[in-house]
Nanobody, 121 residues
Framework: QLQASGGGLVQPGGSLRLSCAASGITLESYSIGWFRQAPGKGREGVLCINWRDGITYYQDSMTDRFTASRDNAKNTVYLQMNSLKPEDTAVYYC????????????????WGQGTQVTVSS
């Protein structure tokens, strides 16, 4: 089971840190993908942190604004989002795969329930 949290309302230019906490699985053995879905749009990949802590970005616009990290003691993965823009507004999901990072959501075995991020003034 995964649980994403940390979303909320933030002004443009602000920051948020999302958390993905796990129970029943050990996240350090998984690659963790972050995805998002905006209203009326499909689910898209944000980035993925593999089990060696390498990060793969799925959106060029995020490489200098978003990053991911792990706290294995807490069995939690984080998505740090900086310089947020209104177009970042979406429900954000975390997902776990036992393989290397994949951009296709269908390749993930476990999903969190999503957390809403709204960027607005």
């Amino acid at each position: 089971q995964l649980q994403a949290s940390g979303g909320g309302l933030v002004q443009p230019g602000g920051s948020l840190r999302l958390s993905c906490a796990a129970s029943g699985i050990t996240l350090e053995s998984y690659s963790i993908g972050w995805f998002r879905q905006a209203p009326g749009k499909g689910r898209e990949g944000v980035l993925c942190i593999n089990w060696r802590d390498g990060i793969t970005y799925y959106q060029d616009s995020m490489t200098d604004r978003f990053t991911a990290s792990r706290d294995n003691a807490k069995n939690t993965v984080y998505l740090q989002m900086n310089s947020l823009k209104p177009e970042d507004t979406a429900v954000y999901y975390c997902a776990a795969t036992s393989t290397w990072c994949r951009q296709n959501p269908n390749d993930y075995d476990y999903w969190g329930q999503g957390t809403q991020v709204t960027v607005s003034s």
